[in-house]
C-alpha cells in the first residue's frame, strides 16, 4: 500500500526547542517537499529535495532545517529560531519528471 | 499581486447545482496547473490537472483553461454535499516552482 506518511499527527513544542516532523514514502519518488499552511493563507514552500543529500530553500526556510539521506526519508526540524512555528505542516512528494506532488496527512504543530 | 489568485469565499451553492471555482495566474510561461480539494483539518488530494487550453472532463469534475486570459476554472456538476471543501488551485512556473492559490472554501447546502 503505497503512499506518504508524516507523523506524529500532533506536536507540541516549547519555547527554544528543537522539533522534528518526520515525513516518508514508499512511492518510489525522488522529489520531495515540505509546506506550511496557516489559516487563510496558500501553501508556502519551506524546502524541498530532488535527490539524495541535495535540498534547496524554499521561500520560507528560515528557522527550519531538512536532511535527505535516503531517498524514502525527508525529516523536517524546527528549530528555536523559528518564532512563530504554529501551523500545518505538509509532506509532499513526486516523480521529477512529473510536476504532480501527492501530500501526506501532515502535522500540526502547536507551541505551548 | 499575488501570483496565483483565488477568491476565498465561501461560495454558497445548492445541492444539485453546479459550482464554478475560479483562479487567476500571474505567470504567462506557467505550463501545467493542478486543482486539489482540502476537506478541514485534512491534507490536500488531488482532483485534477490540466496543460492545454480548452476544457477537461473528469466525472462531475471540468477543468477549463484559457492561458490568453491567464484563468483556470473548475466546475463541479451536481454539486453534493460531500464536495464542501476549500478547493486550491496550483500553477507551475518558470524552473517548475509550484504556486499554490490560498484556496475557495466551498459549500453545499442540502
Known amino acids: 500500500d503505497g503512499g506518504i506518511t508524516q507523523s506524529p499527527k500532533y506536536l507540541f513544542r516549547k519555547e527554544g526547542q528543537n522539533v522534528t516532523l518526520s515525513c516518508e514514502q514508499n512511492?518510489?519518488?525522488?522529489?520531495m517537499y515540505w509546506y506550511r499552511q496557516d489559516p487563510g493563507q496558500g501553501l508556502r514552500l519551506i524546502y524541498y529535495?530532488?535527490?539524495?543529500?541535495?535540498?534547496q530553500k524554499g521561500d520560507i526556510a528560515e528557522g527550519y532545517s531538512v536532511s535527505r539521506e535516503k531517498k524514502e526519508s525527508f525529516p523536517l526540524t524546527v528549530t528555536s529560531a523559528q518564532k512563530n512555528p504554529t501551523a500545518f505542516y505538509l509532506c509532499?512528494?513526486?516523480?521529477?519528471?512529473?510536476?504532480?506532488?501527492?501530500f501526506g496527512p501532515g502535522t500540526r504543530l502547536l507551541v505551548l | 499581486q499575488k501570483e496565483v489568485e483565488q477568491n476565498s469565499g465561501p461560495l454558497s451553492v445548492p445541492e444539485g447545482a453546479i459550482a464554478s471555482l475560479n483562479c487567476t495566474y500571474s505567470?504567462?510561461?506557467?505550463?501545467?496547473f493542478f486543482w486539489y480539494r482540502q476537506y478541514s483539518g485534512k491534507s490536500p488530494e488531488l482532483i485534477m490537472s490540466?496543460?492545454?487550453?480548452g476544457d477537461k472532463e473528469d466525472g462531475r469534475f471540468t477543468a477549463q483553461l484559457n492561458k490568453a486570459s491567464q484563468y483556470v476554472s473548475l466546475l463541479i456538476r451536481d454539486s453534493q454535499p460531500s464536495d464542501s471543501a476549500t478547493y486550491l488551485c496550483?500553477?507551475?512556473?518558470?524552473?517548475?516552482?509550484?504556486?499554490f492559490g490560498t484556496g475557495t472554501k466551498l459549500q453545499v447546502i442540502p
Open positions: 529535495s530532488q535527490i539524495v543529500n541535495d535540498f
Open positions: 496550483a500553477v507551475v512556473g518558470g524552473y517548475q516552482k509550484v504556486t
Open positions: 509532499a512528494s513526486s516523480r521529477i519528471s512529473e510536476e504532480t506532488q501527492y
Open positions: 505567470d504567462r510561461g506557467s505550463q501545467s
Open positions: 490540466i496543460y492545454s487550453n
Open positions: 512511492l518510489n519518488h525522488d522529489a
